[in-house]
């Protein structure tokens, strides 16, 4: 299926399943963020809520800032 | 005596606020910390670079010696503020937010109308909101009455290092404001962080003065004294400035 | 790292030297002393008043811990001053000198040519010369060429606490002089003297700010802090004020 | 005789020498300076130094300044 | 050449509104008025006088000579705005209006949020809106957008004679303005006024340094050669302020 | 009503100085002295180029319309001035010289000591000194004794068109000066000269920024308006500056 | 009837006409502006317009403001 | 003869006086100013003024200045 990750288009074909997703990035969750489709995943629902095709997913984190 | 800076109902040591972007190196940011004895740092927010999502500067802030205030930096709107707030709690920061609306991004100055309508929302929903705001008097007082946990006004535009160039107005938010004021944004020198202190602001805020100095340690050690100073002279009762000079000693008898 | 003050080869740790004038109580003056960590201070002369002849708030002034700088207020020409440098040091000070000529008692601005003139007299006769001037890159010069050991330049009129009014010119007798650079007189907080001290001053003098304070102990803690911050500011390299913002937080991508 | 003091007029008539003038004022030497008709007088000469009719003794010592 | 000052589609030649408030006399405001040569002229709205009905000052202002621009000062809200604008149109003055929200009677500084509230209904009611307004460019770019025909930046606080406290704020309000900006408020002397039109603003409304004055009507002239040498200066391209000298004689070589 | 600048016994309508370097033609100083309404013009002596031996901008100014005044640019010591003084006599200009000792070829700032003692030579020698100096007060009074006819502090650096950075000093100047106060340097636009002009100035001398200006005729006339905007100003008598905001409106009652 | 009139109570007998009552108070109309219980009353219509008892009314005019 | 004006060496042959020398440079007098060996020769007296070898001469004018 085609994501959106990021504002970028992504080619994704593992288990349809955030927390696969993730994995699938290299990333290890804390203390990133995951916006699906404007709506925030908790953490701890990651393996709970699945990945559509078309979905816009943002992933974000921390950073310096001012 | 104990003079702490008391922000919703959380005390600290330390009247310096500190940014952390614009560090060249996690060691330099974290070294520069400690020498600020900065207890409130403040945080963005940007999105995973997919072929490098590793890499974060943030591991320097532990998040037990510092409270992390995340800002809102890039929202053009409300809307965008209030998103960017829930997910920095989602993020698993405590529910500070430093509010900052910048529909300009050439000299990013706050947005009053988005600031107050986000602030009355972020309130509703608990955040303690601390927001960044132009040195407004009449603004500021609105913001204390949506239930602002401090303002900060600035002192002139973010990242210029011109001082107090809203001396005027600050005397006026500070003479009138119920909750702290901390002046953010155009800091560029010691000397500036105590004459915002001597004014009576509560705190001040200092990122690029500190990060881009040519040894941004020493300068947060700078900073550091630098607001003591201010607070400490603004306790102890300055004197006013007038116009005519006036003698330190004595004029010698014994000439005449 | 070392980073110690040189005035006619000696070197000091402090680089705020207090002046004396106007102290409420022996007491105060010591303990305000002691606080500012000061090791220069300046003194005067006048009559012993034949009535009341042991009074003398210098009991409080320990010659070993202090190097005193007698000056000449009350001087209006250069034959006065000299005059009143030779009793200083018949009174046992160290042949060190703040030269001061001020004819006009109102404004007691410093009369550029007598001050030269008694420059030139005292440093032949072996004094360590440290004249107060306006703040003229000329006249710096010509008394360096003569000889003084530092120049003093105002930063506003005496006593008037009005902080760096003379700042233009102040920056370029600093990159001028070859002798170290003691801005006296009109700083009226900390962080006037820090930003004497940011510019480039190797030294401030400050009096009446202290002595006037509601709390003049905290008050000398404070410039002391202050000139400590202006000074580690500038070694730690401030960066340039600028007219335009820059971001220090990056612009959020994901909100666009 | 009659000598001026820091600029008032003094009857004295004491012994003429300087230690003894200062002995009469109360004035224990150090830390004041005594010029007399304008020339300094070390204080280790005041012995030495006589007081004449019509001298114009200064007598001044350090105090607070800025 | 010819350099008319436009306002919601109207032509003025003169860059001076000038307020009526506090004059001593009628025939010094009359005088006074010639002598600007002002085209637009403020006024407020007051009770009558029950027990003396007739007294007017502004019997002293012909419209068929100038412009009458009626203030909403007094009002605390943009419903109070709203109902000032709307009794002075019906007091026969055309529909433009000097929109004032001021909550604090003591700074007397104007409220963001409730101006651009008021700005929004009057210019949907068909009124020509000028608003007064904290220098604060985003504030003036969303009145801009709402449709106001101008927009007025204090400068100082309202009768404090301070001139360009905000200088900084002003110079990005008139580079962003896509309406005329008229700087009000706080302008005390004719440099100030030539200041601000030397930045570029289009006009400036002057009232207490003109009737305060000691001779009004030499203030009244003084005023519109101030505005006239600023904008002449503006538009004949004024160089730029630079920190190093520049000699302005070639250097007399035959000395060498 | 008449309002002369009178030195030297002699009276001018103008109270604008005008000085000629830096023009870019013939005719651009021609029109630009005519719109000024200058009536003492300022000019520098020069080694004639002999391969080029007939050019002179000077041909544009008629001796008959307007007083040279010669300035001594260039002269570094006393010796120097007084030589250029004597060959500008010579070179028929009537016996006033602008006295100028710039030992400094960057700063352009004038020499204190050199300046007093070559003003005393030249005023023995029958001329009528107007000395360039710093700021400084005890040097104005000093110049004023040795019998020169004005005195010409300068506001900023020669050029740098900063406006007033030495204003306390030239209030303090205009206070205790009994000979005409003509600000010099640093005026760079309308504005500048206008609020020298409040202070009590008795007139002001602006070069580099009507010759560099885009249209330096204009800009001779904008500063023309801008000196008699701040002198009628001065005259009508200007209110003094405050803190606090005082309406110009009644405060409406019927919204109570 | 009483009838608060710049917020001040007056007792007026008069007919009850805006126009009249503008008379009774020796109001010649312009430039006043009349506020009755809040609506502006147009200077045309002073004649038509009703004067109940216990009515609000505004009169006010313009002076010299900034 | 060498001579040395406004700091250039010159090689000048013709007649020994100022007035010659001027007019050999081209240049018409008024409105400059001649200093011959630091003094000033007044320009009616440049006819009776001899140069001689060696002689230091400037020769200067007004120019624009502020």
Redesign the interface.
């Known amino acids: 299926m085609e994501i959106t990750?990021?504002?970028?288009k992504?080619e994704y074909s593992g288990p349809p399943w955030m927390a696969n997703l993730m994995e699938f990035?290299?990333?290890?969750s804390?203390?990133?963020?995951v916006?699906r489709n404007?709506h925030?995943v908790?953490l701890r629902e990651l393996e709970r809520e699945p990945v559509e095709d078309g979905d816009s997913i943002?992933?974000?984190?921390?950073?310096?800032?001012? | 005596m104990n003079d702490s800076l008391i922000i919703a109902g959380r005390a600290f040591r330390s009247r310096l606020l500190m940014?952390?972007?614009?560090?060249a190196t996690r060691r330099l940011?974290e070294e520069a910390l400690e020498a600020s004895g900065a207890q409130i740092v403040?945080?963005?927010?940007?999105?995973?670079e997919?072929d490098n999502?590793?890499d974060?500067?943030?591991s320097a802030v532990d998040p037990r010696k510092y409270l992390?205030l995340?800002?809102t930096?890039g929202a053009r709107d409300a809307k965008e503020a209030v998103?960017l707030a829930?997910?920095?709690r989602?993020?698993?920061?405590e529910p500070w937010i430093k509010l900052e609306v910048t529909p300009d991004p050439h000299h990013l100055l706050p947005d009053p109308v988005e600031t107050l309508l986000a602030a009355e929302i972020l309130v509703k929903e608990g955040f303690v909101v601390l927001p960044y705001i132009n040195a407004d008097p009449v603004l500021a007082k609105r913001l204390e009455d949506a239930g602002t946990a401090a303002v900060m006004p600035l002192g002139s535009p973010?990242g210029s290092k011109q001082g107090l160039r809203t001396r005027d107005a600050l005397e006026i938010i500070i003479e009138k404001s119920g909750v702290p004021v901390v002046v953010d944004a155009g800091l560029g020198a010691p000397s500036h962080a105590a004459e915002a202190m001597e004014l009576g602001a509560e705190a001040v805020?200092v990122?690029?003065a500190i990060a881009v100095a040519g040894d941004p340690v020493a300068m947060a050690l700078a900073f550091r004294k630098g607001v003591e100073a201010g607070r400490e002279a603004f306790r102890a009762g300055l004197g006013q400035a007038q116009k005519k000079a006036e003698a330190s000693s004595p004029l010698t008898g014994f000439l005449r």
Do not use: D, W, Y
């Open positions: 990750i990021n504002g970028k992504v990035l290299g990333i290890s804390p203390p990133v963020v916006e404007l925030i908790p943002e992933i974000v984190h921390l950073v310096g800032g001012g | 940014g952390t972007g614009k560090f940011l403040t945080v963005a927010l940007r999105r995973v997919l999502p590793q974060s500067l943030l992390l995340p800002n930096s998103r829930r997910v920095a989602a993020a698993g920061c973010i805020l990122n690029t």
